[in-house]
């Protein structure tokens, strides 16, 4: 798991399996090699074991979350990000959830008078993040 820098009080993060960085925002499903987004290198790493699952196993499974759950529209920088994606696919890589201290902090900043001021730009915010390769099964990896 890569946690990358803070926006607003919002960790970016990404899947980091079969030598490739998966991560969601506003495009979608992405993919590349690990640290090539705009951020760089990650702030910390936080490893959550290893999988037994495929690579082409977790491809298809990411294909079917592209085309369902995270699709670019579906975005939300509080209630549905990047985040929400790498929790549930370090679940399905290895039954393990992310932080929580990364998965609540939205919800921290929603709770402030600021956070609640700021709610209706932030909500507008898409996130997209240069350097990674949108996701799709018939381009293989990225």
């Given at each position: ?19 490739d ?8 499903i ?45 975005y ?50 898409q ?16």
């Amino acid at each position: 798991l890569h946690t990358g820098k803070q926006l607003e009080g919002i960790w970016h993060t990404s899947i980091i399996v079969h030598k490739d960085e998966f991560f969601y925002c506003s495009g979608g499903i992405s993919s590349c090699p690990p640290g090539a987004t705009l951020l760089g290198p990650p702030d910390s790493v936080v490893d959550l074991g290893n999988t037994e699952v495929t690579e082409e196993i977790f491809l298809e499974y990411l294909s079917s979350l592209g085309e369902s759950v995270f699709r670019g529209e579906s975005y939300n920088l509080f209630e549905h990000n990047c985040n929400t994606f790498s929790n549930e696919v370090a679940q399905f890589l290895t039954g393990k959830k992310i932080p929580s201290y990364i998965t609540d902090l939205p919800a921290e900043v929603l709770a402030t008078p600021f956070g609640q001021a700021l709610r209706p730009l932030l909500d507008s915010i898409q996130i997209q993040l240069p350097g990674g390769n949108t996701f799709s099964r018939h381009n293989g990896q990225s």
